[in-house]
């Protein structure tokens, strides 16, 4: 096998491996962006600690069927890149939903969140969503809400009897 041929196995090997391992994958259609505007985005990417790459859709094609998701095939037409996040579903969602909100040019046509195909609807859905943090917040405000509740009738009660006591 010629070096050429071993680089695009090794390529397909990576691109698969990412698809795997990925929780969250997000392909979209960068054409019309400058370059300005590209680099602007992956910097968001690289400062979240997430990828975007950009992809041959020869080698993505083969790397999908490899990693048995051959149904992302019929969105790889045009020039596409992808975002991939090995531990936050939203993170990816959420960036290229607000980059794509002030480019026009950026299109999120579907994405792979834990091993399932979603359209772009669904995925500018999940970028409404709060971030992992925000929901823990809103979960521990939710969970301390009872105890807080508690204290403060204790609190009350305790008020009460000082105040029949004097």
């Not at 960036?95 to 399932?116: R, S, T």
């Not at 669904?122 to 809400?145: C, E, F, K, W, Y």
């Amino acid at each position: 096998m010629s070096n050429v041929m071993e680089a695009k196995a090794q390529l397909v090997d990576t691109i698969s491996d990412q698809l795997k391992n990925s929780v969250s994958t997000i392909i979209v259609d960068y054409h019309g962006l400058s370059v300005a505007e590209m680099t602007e985005l992956r910097k968001q990417f690289r400062e979240a600690g997430l990828e975007f790459k950009v992809y041959k859709n020869t080698m993505t094609r083969r790397a999908a069927e490899k990693a048995n998701l051959s149904e992302i095939n019929d969105y790889l037409t045009g020039p596409n890149a992808m975002a991939f996040s090995n531990e936050d579903v939203i993170a990816p969602a959420k960036i290229l939903y607000n980059f794509a909100k002030e480019h026009n040019a950026l299109e999120i046509k579907a994405g792979v969140l834990d091993g399932q195909l979603t359209s772009a609807e669904d995925v500018n859905a999940i970028a409404a969503l709060p971030s992992r943090d925000g929901l823990l917040a809103m979960l521990l405000s939710v969970l301390q809400a009872p105890v807080r509740n508690f204290a403060y009738a204790v609190k009350a009660v305790g008020e009460e009897r000082e105040n029949e006591e004097a």
